[in-house]
């Protein structure tokens, strides 16, 4: 058949084919390839081709993703980076789209929408959920050298004297070699500065203003103390 074929048929038949082995290429293999693991993503089992793959019980760093389709970028591949696609549409409040991206000395995240729970992460920090819109931070080794999108904090249980129903919220920015978290509660009167270092590092200050002598007993239970007029809480420790 070959001797038959002209040139340009036999260069299209051989790029169909490269096509091809590409396409079934197994995600598992090229995530290995590509280097994504070191803690950033993982996951208990990853099924499917390059293109279009599934990762079950999948890990971004110490954050559950729970089980999202998966796939590597072909456009950024062109030009030397990896991008690795996420995302789980179902038209439910865990719905999650984003991705992990590495290449030119960079790693992070980009365009991340959607809503995590971080448990005991930051804990004694009572934050329970973290939801993203469009949020994209990026470490150029180990200092952070871009950081985008609004971030909301929800917090677990009730405090006397808070008003934190909405949660507090932000715009992540680089403060140093750390992502930084400024949230505000609604009122303005509760704040958390949370700076996040590359290698899982984290220092947290939750700042009360102006709360009242009939809810100082309260933050003081909490853990806060006063300083000045506010009632702060400093906090450190690895994700």
């Given amino acids: ?11 299209a038949l051989v790029l169909v084919g490269v096509i091809a082995a590409i396409a079934l290429f197994p995600l598992r293999l090229a ?3 590509a280097g994504v693991g070191d803690g950033e993503v993982s996951a208990r089992q990853v099924r499917g081709g390059i293109w279009w793959g599934r990762l079950e019980e999948a890990m971004l760093g110490p954050v559950s993703l729970g089980t999202v389709n998966a796939a590597v970028s072909p456009v950024q591949l062109f030009v030397g980076r990896v991008r690795l696609d996420l995302w789980r549409k ?5 719905d999650i789209s984003g991705a992990w991206t590495a290449g030119f000395n960079q790693r992070g995240i980009d365009d991340v929408t959607g809503s995590l729970p971080v448990g005991s992460i930051f804990a004694p920090l009572p934050l329970s959920t973290m939801e993203f819109e469009d949020v994209t931070v990026h470490f150029a080794g180990d200092t952070c050298a871009k950081a985008e999108g609004r971030v909301r904090a929800r917090i677990s249980g009730r405090y006397a004297g808070l008003n934190l ?8 920015t680089c403060d140093g070699q750390a992502v930084l978290l400024p949230l505000m509660s609604q009122s303005g009167m509760e704040i958390v500065s949370l700076r996040i270092w590359r290698d899982g590092r984290y220092t947290a200050q939750l700042s009360v203003k102006g709360a009242g ?3 100082a007993a309260a933050l003081a239970a909490a853990g806060l103390s006063q300083s000045g007029q506010d009632y702060v809480l400093n906090l450190e420790g690895r994700m």
Avoid at 90 to 94: D, N, Y
Wanted: hydrophobic letters at 35%; aromatic letters at 4%.
């Fill in 90 to 94: 179902e038209g439910l409040p865990s």
């Fill in 31 to 33: 995530l290995g390839l």
């Fill in 213 to 215: 002598e009939g809810n």
């Fill in 165 to 172: 129903s909405q949660g507090l919220s932000g715009a992540a």
């Fill in 1 to 11: 058949m070959w001797p038959q074929l002209s040139r340009r048929s036999k260069i």
